[in-house]
């Protein structure tokens, strides 16, 4: 098992989730998983690497500041997955070789809202209209709304190179101004820090990162003989 899953479940609806679906997951892949009920999810995932997830409150940013920590420790591709998307992974996934992915890969975008452009004014039942304002002004004083791309964080692979260092100090920079929002402005999310995904767009793009689309992605295993 030289492939790992970061997986995190936080609050009973999850780890429950997180037991009832793990299976959906091809045992040939390493499972590390962040949850505030360890005992629970060891009793059952006994051949995983469980680890606590001490925090409070769940913030959205660890999705990625974990996934990077764990690629130093492995020294590999680390790919996340939203327990609760389980039963929505792609079979592409299954198919990429992590060991060989040097640049980030992601899944999508927000639907309709593809850059933070997008953002600018738009209406919805999910958070206030003026929510992305300070967000969006602190962006657009150094880059293009229009080059910053919304990435669905469901679903994500964070390379092991050297160039996501630069990555994920840009990306923690943006923490504080994410989470102040998310409790300063109305919105319908439990956590904090919403919109990481946003965050990973710009921060890719001020660091000249390369993004590439999971199902674009040539990055296959080799099936052996």
Known sequence: MDENILLIAFGKKYVDILLKDYNKIPNNYNLIIYT???DKVKNTLKNSDVREYDKKVFSYFDKITLAYNLSNEKQKSILYIDVGRLNEIPNKIWKLDLNNILDVHYLGNWGNIKTANDLINHESEYFEKTYWDNILS????NTDLKEIPTILERIF???YTNKMKSFINEF???RPLFEHTSLSKENVY???GNGEGLAMGYSIVKTN???VHISESKIIKTELI
Do not use: A, Q, T
């Not at 602190?138 to 004083?141: G, N, T, V």
């Open 36 to 38: 505030d009920d360890v």
């Open 138 to 141: 602190y962006f657009k004083s």
């Open 157 to 159: 692979i964070l390379p």
């Open 172 to 174: 923690e920079k943006l």
């Open 190 to 192: 439990k956590g904090i």
């Open 209 to 211: 990162n390369k993004l």
